[in-house]
């Protein structure tokens, strides 16, 4: 599992324009629907169920971190598109704080364990500070993308 792997090609979202939560799913949803990610009439479904995960209980890990994800039938690998707020969404973390970065994944909901192979990589990743902090300051879509290779060179799954 790698980021070159989960994250297609214009999947990265330097800065988000909303600021609330289903704002910020339903932007991240347009983006994967424009780089033809999922099936046409698709995207009321997969937002629905993104809503629903939220509602369950919030996927804000804390620092500022938050991974929503679901499975639909409509993918047919696992993909991750990362989006950044400069400004900050209360998104239910689980420590009060504002969500500045967005992993989110979506997978097909045939394989479940493509997607907890994907969650964990993630949650893998995130765990070092320096990835985190210099996503977070990144001046531009292609220093976050160096990111993501730095990464998949210090972890190997």
Known sequence: ????????????????????????????????????????????????????????????????????????????????????SSRGVNFGALDGEPVFLFFILLSPDRNATDHLKALTFISTALRDEFFCKFLKNAASVE????TFREMDEKIKM
Do not use: C, Y
Not at 69 to 77: A, D, V, W, Y
Not at 143 to 146: F, L, P
């Open 1 to 84: 599992m790698s980021f070159a792997e989960l994250l297609p090609k214009n999947s990265i979202i330097f800065d988000l324009r909303s600021l609330a939560r289903d704002e910020v799913l339903a932007e991240v949803l347009t983006r994967i629907q424009e780089n033809g990610l999922t099936q046409a009439g698709t995207f009321d479904e997969i937002l629905k169920k993104l809503v629903e995960r939220e509602e369950l209980g919030s996927t804000g890990v804390g620092n500022g971190i938050a991974v929503p994800h679901t499975k639909h039938t409509s993918f047919t690998r696992p993909i991750l598109t990362v989006a950044r």
């Open 143 to 146: 220093e976050m993308a160096e």
